[in-house]
């Protein structure tokens, strides 16, 4: 017979239309904000403008989504490792 293991981490690679779980509520809010904006305007203009900016966001996200590394500015790992207490003061002499 044969064994399943329990996968725990199950939401931390689940995607919804190509999307983390983060950034699909962005882009839900998004959606929703532009459906009320939709509903109150009356200009054509703006309606085609909704949805131009609501599918520009979509790539955007699909692309921040696949490679990460865009808005990554600070370093992976620090220059020391260590597990003391850091008080701030500084000890030694100039």
Do not use: C, W
């Amino acid at each position: 017979m044969k064994k399943f293991e329990v996968y725990k981490n199950i939401r931390k690679r689940a995607v919804i239309f190509g999307l983390p779980i983060s950034l699909f509520a962005l882009m839900m809010v998004s959606v929703l904000a532009s459906l009320l904006i939709i509903i109150f305007s009356f200009s054509f203009g703006i309606i085609i403008g909704v949805l131009v900016f609501n599918a520009s966001l979509y790539v955007a996200l699909t692309r921040i989504a696949h490679n990460p590394q865009l808005f990554q500015m600070a370093k992976a790992f620090p220059k020391i490792i260590s597990n003391k207490r850091n008080s701030g003061l500084d000890y030694e002499q100039d």
